[in-house]
């Protein structure tokens, strides 16, 4: 499944990617869609096929599950 | 590749709204200006004493207001703050106080560059070099930390001192100064000022425009989305420039010499714009993104934008803003900037590598030690 996640600073947005692409998992850094969200940060784009709530850390804003251009939200923690 | 679409199209509206507030009556080259618009309105509730740059700017109440609204109407207005608060204070005083330096924000300094003014080329350098800069310090962990949500009326005040303005400016009472001559003179009718702020926040609101943001998405991403807004407004407020020049003449001059409210040091033009650049990236967006987001909700912005104010009054307060270049009756060339405006810029650049430095620091240690949440 994909995954949108969003940060609230640019460096937990680094930091994350670090720890998913130690664990394996190719991730994508990128600026947040619009269609997710006003803010101008750093999103990063993944798949993951496990439980989507083992990948909350500090410095999580939201993860949403990217299906067919809709966003379903998966981790809320604004 | 529709995101980039609605980008271009709402950067050639503002092009052309640009544009046409200057046919309307806004000074040469300054449709639009947060720095100058921030600093005549400093002027006009006496915050400082130069009398050519005092009135309340309708477009700076518009764009806040227009971006309140449209946040609102779409559900995403969120108050939100507490990320290092007091530092983008002072942040904000230096980007303003460099950004008078070279006369002009990074808007501006689009719109000189769609004037002819070869003068704002320079500047644009120094701004990307002072981008890159900070998006190395971004890279290594730079972060004025997160932010919070907080109760709505945090969220709004800024708004509702721009609704305080516009009361202000329609009444005119007499301690509220207002520029007989000058730049603060020349303004466009202010409904039609107040309706193209409204108009560009929203529009600002909607596309996430921000100058700093698109080239540091290029430097971070090698995503060109949000700089095509400002590639957009720079073609058609040239454009508007260039039909307005054929039609009344006095729109439209390519060179060094002669450009309206602006200077020929380059080296000046340049090194401020640079501080401007890294100060901006440091604070997360350009002041034109600063006010939307202050429309938004975003308290840390609005507290920015209160540093812009007392920036802009030091810099008229203490001589550190630039005079525009002018060529006297002898032939002598008088402005340019000052002795404490290239001293200060010199300054803000070290405060500000010291603070990105700082920030960096602190953010990598943090990291280290603090605990995962899962």
């Known amino acids: 499944m994909q ?11 680094v930091r994350f990617a670090g720890d998913l692409r130690g664990q394996g998992i190719a991730v994508q850094l990128s600026p947040v869609p619009r269609s997710l969200s006003s803010s101008c940060g750093t999103c990063a784009r993944f798949a993951y096929e496990g439980d989507p709530r083992e990948l909350d850390r500090a410095g999580l804003e939201q993860l949403v599950r990217t299906d067919s251009g809709r966003y379903l939200p998966a981790i809320d923690n604004r | 590749m529709k995101e980039k679409r609605k980008i271009i199209l709402a950067g050639v509206v503002i092009g052309v709204i640009a544009a046409a507030l200057v046919w309307f009556g806004n000074p040469k080259n300054m449709g639009f200006c947060i720095a100058c618009f921030i600093r005549d309105t400093a002027g006009a509730v006496g915050m400082h004493q130069a009398a050519v740059v005092q009135y309340i700017r309708p477009e700076i109440i518009g764009l806040v207001l227009g971006a309140l609204i449209v946040s609102a109407v779409k559900k995403e207005f969120l108050p939100r703050g507490g990320s290092s608060p007091m530092t983008r204070f002072v942040l904000g005083a230096f980007v303003m106080i460099t950004a008078l330096v070279f006369l002009g924000c990074p808007l501006r300094m689009v719109l000189r560059i769609a004037g002819g003014d070869l003068n704002a080329i320079v500047g644009l ?8 800069c900070g998006v190395q ?3 290594r962990g730079y972060s004025l930390k997160r932010t919070y949500t907080l109760p709505a ?3 709004v005040w800024l708004s509702v001192v721009q609704v305080a ?10 301690f509220i100064l207002f520029s007989e001559k000058g730049p603060g003179s020349m303004h466009a009718p202010i409904w039609i000022s107040l309706i193209a702020g409204l ?13 700093v943001g698109g080239i540091r998405d290029v430097l971070l991403f090698q995503d060109w989305t ?5 590639v957009a407004i720079l073609v058609a407020a040239l454009a508007g420039n260039l039909v307005l020049n054929a039609v009344f003449g006095g729109y439209f001059s390519l060179g060094f010499m002669g450009q309206p409210v602006a200077h020929i040091d380059g080296v000046w033009n340049f090194l401020s714009m640079a501080a401007v650049g890294l100060g901006s990236v440091m604070l997360g967006g350009c002041p034109l993104r600063q006010l939307i987001l202050a429309g938004e909700g975003n308290s840390d912005s609005a507290v920015t934008v209160a540093g812009y104010f007392v920036g802009a009054a030091f810099a008229h307060n203490f001589g550190l803003a630039s005079a525009a270049t002018a060529v006297a009756e002898d032939g002598a060339i008088t402005g340019g900037p000052t002795a404490a405006g290239k001293l200060f810029t010199v300054i803000a650049l070290i405060v500000l590598f010291v603070v990105a430095f700082l920030n960096t620091k602190a953010t990598a240690a943090a990291g280290v030690k603090e605990p995962q949440r899962a």
């Open chain 2, 125 to 132: 350098v120094g701004f990307a070099i002072g981008i890159l």
């Open chain 2, 226 to 230: 949000l700089l095509s807004g400002f």
């Open chain 1, 3 to 13: 995954y949108i996640a969003t940060f609230f600073t640019h460096y937990d947005a």
């Open chain 2, 199 to 211: 108009v560009v926040g929203a529009l600002a609101q909607r596309i996430r425009l921000c100058m």
């Open chain 2, 165 to 174: 303005l516009f009361g202000l400016l329609c009444a005119a009472p007499a």
């Open chain 2, 137 to 139: 310090f971004l890279k």
């Open chain 2, 153 to 155: 009326v945090d969220g």
